[in-house]
């Protein structure tokens, strides 16, 4: 069974650049998470989805990120613009029990 | 969700068993414990968890003490691919929103 897929795997952009993120969850998990995980410290929740709908977006910052989860499958992750203090590992993660979360290995997002 | 409490690093030889702690004294009746790990350069993988009985599975043992108050992870011969920070995380059914600290950092030495 393939795991949680993200892209691109590394990018660097500079600052005020946009820049996207894309994560496939594992097929039939409903609940997709994205986390971010500055360096040294534990991942941090952004969004989590139910299907299309966001659940939980609390800790987005909306005035430069967005995400979205058409169809309920895919979801993507855009910063615009990105700021230096955005250098961090995105993680995708998608589940289908309470608790038991499948994480991608991430993408790592440095902004010079 | 219930505040957590593990030391911030620990080292294991290989072959023995690693005993990672953790302090949760304010969990509540609901609230269950999980464990993660995460090694270096890779997403975060589920170990296993608990809500008061010991639990048990192919990657390792999980002990909760009787008040809960607090738990021990144990890989029981702990290899070097162990190497990992491991994360207790408490949080209550319903709540879906696992909140990570900063774990333990285990190194397993050879």
């Keep these: 069974e393939a795991g949680v897929v993200q892209s691109p795997r590394y990018k660097i952009i500079e600052k005020k650049q946009p820049v996207a993120f894309w994560c496939n969850p594992i097929s039939g998990h409903n609940t997709l998470y994205w986390y971010l995980q500055n360096l040294g410290q534990g991942p941090e929740l952004l969004i989590r989805y139910e299907n299309e709908e966001a659940v939980d977006d609390s800790q987005l910052p909306k005035d430069r990120f967005s995400a979205e989860r058409l169809k309920g499958v895919d979801s993507t992750l855009k910063i615009q613009p990105a700021e230096l203090g955005d250098s961090a590992v995105y993680l995708c993660a998608s589940s289908t029990e309470f608790g038991e979360l499948f994480f991608g290995e991430g993408s790592r997002l440095t902004v010079l | ?110």
């Design chain 2, 1 to 110: 969700d219930a505040k957590t409490t593990q030391p911030p690093s620990m080292d294991c030889a290989e072959g023995r068993a690693a005993n990672l702690p953790c302090n949760h004294s304010t969990i509540s009746g609901n609230e269950y414990v999980y464990w993660y790990r995460q090694i270096h350069s890779q997403g975060p993988q589920y170990i296993i968890h608990g809500l008061k009985n010991n639990e048990t599975n192919e990657m390792a043992s999980l002990i909760i003490t009787e008040d809960r108050k607090s738990s021990t992870l144990i890989l029981p011969h702990a290899t070097l691919r162990d190497t990992a920070v491991y994360y207790c995380i408490v949080i209550g059914f319903g709540n879906e929103k696992l909140t990570f600290g900063t774990g333990t950092r285990l190194t397993i030495i050879p």
